[in-house]
């Protein structure tokens, strides 16, 4: 393991202090990712010192790796972490609690991954055989549920298992997910519910190759989340709704390592000296293509021009005059725009994305019926007296 980092550097750093661009591997997603997980937790919780021993002890480094997945997929997904003392031994509890952003709900939230012999620093003393991805889902589900929880179950499992060498639906999902529907009619007590999040992030195991997640959610006890059927669109879009925060959970689980260029939040062409600064609202430049010799004026808006590869930017001058001016933009510049185009102007501003599903224009089409019914140009005369609906 700690010769595949050197020569991954090896291959793509050509000439020292010139930065390079090379694949995501297995080998980025190891150690990069467990990296970024680290500033992560550090830099919106606490990185808490027993984690760091548990990452040191060989025994022990299986459970904190895949806690710490998990912990960077929450944060991405716009959670705040509250963590545990797991130094109490007079009771039992789950490894943190996880605020949503979204909804304000609060999850109580346990990691589990299945050991095997000979990776991850297991043993045939604490790892099992390796035939059987399955072997442990339900033993490792039954486990997290027995934890006492004060608030909504979020449980992830993972199967650790050999990755699917074509490109196809990994056979596992289907699998898991006909085992657990037998669970939940057989097995689960009443009333019990939570979101799971069976996964398969096997980096370790193919080191020199692109990385390869899957994952399979699932609603213990709540049959609107993720099953198959033909529904509406609205009932199809009511349903994402109420289950948001563990739609976003997926999305950043599948987008693992999602890893930045810099650590400081600029982006590579500021932080490595190529090209010139993005414009960012709510800053004031010299322009000199407004006036008759130029003139200070503070950006008010700014799109990009995807087709014309052009910034178009709104400004207003020192004396009150607003300009509309725009500029070329270079490749690098748009693939930097195209990773966050709504923060890339330094403020958060709504992007249009094109539909490709009849399900997306959907969601589009309702996210403006609910933006006209809140505005003026969609007037609700629900209430209003008929005298006063005839005056207006």
């Not at 604490?126 to 027995?146: C, E, F, M, R, T």
């Not at 993972?158 to 997910?177: F, G, R, Y």
């Amino acid at each position: 393991m700690v010769r595949h980092p050197l020569r991954y550097q090896r291959t793509f750093i050509h000439t020292p202090g010139v930065v390079g661009t090379g694949d995501v591997t297995g080998v980025v997603a190891c150690y990069l990712g467990l990296a970024y997980s680290l500033y992560l937790l550090d830099h919106n919780v606490e990185l808490q010192a027993r984690l760091v021993r548990r990452l040191k002890n060989v025994g022990n480094f299986q459970g904190a790796y895949y806690e710490l997945m998990v912990a960077n997929a929450l944060i991405r997904a716009g959670f705040t972490l509250t963590l545990e003392d797991e130094t109490d031994p007079n009771s039992k509890h789950c490894e943190f609690a996880a605020i949503s952003c979204h909804t304000g709900r609060r999850y109580w939230v346990e990691a589990k991954m299945r050991s095997i012999a000979g990776l991850l620093g297991k043993t045939r003393q604490d790892g099992g055989p390796d035939g059987k991805p399955l072997s442990q889902l339900i033993p490792h589900l039954n486990a997290a549920l027995a934890k006492p929880a004060a608030g909504e179950r979020l449980i992830f499992i993972d199967l650790n298992a050999a990755p699917q060498t074509d490109n196809s639906k990994p056979v596992w999902i289907e699998q898991a997910a006909t085992r657990l529907e037998q669970y939940e009619a057989r097995e689960l007590a009443d009333g019990v519910t939570a979101y799971l999040m069976v996964t398969n992030m096997p980096f370790d195991r193919e080191l020199d190759r692109p990385v390869v997640t899957a994952i399979c959610p699932f609603g213990i006890g709540l049959p609107d989340f993720n099953r198959p059927g033909y529904y509406r669109l609205a009932a199809s879009y009511r349903r994402r709704q109420r289950h948001i925060d563990a739609h976003k959970i997926a999305e950043a689980l599948a987008a693992y390592p999602q890893l930045p260029s810099t650590f400081d939040g600029r982006l590579p062409s500021e932080a490595f000296g190529r090209g010139r600064e993005r414009i960012a609202i709510g800053q004031t430049y010299f322009f000199d293509s407004i006036g008759y010799k130029g003139m200070a004026a503070t950006v008010t808006s700014a799109c990009v021009d995807e087709p014309n590869k052009r910034v178009v930017v709104a400004v207003t001058a020192e004396d009150g005059r607003g300009f509309t001016l725009s500029e070329p933009m270079t490749e690098e510049q748009l693939a930097e725009y195209k990773t966050c185009p709504e923060t890339y102007f330094g403020k958060i501003v709504p992007v249009s994305k094109k539909a490709t599903t009849p399900y997306e224009l959907f969601g589009f089409c309702w996210k403006a019926r609910s933006i006209c019914r809140a505005s003026s140009f969609w007037p609700s005369w629900r209430g209003i007296p008929i005298s006063k609906r005839c005056a207006q």
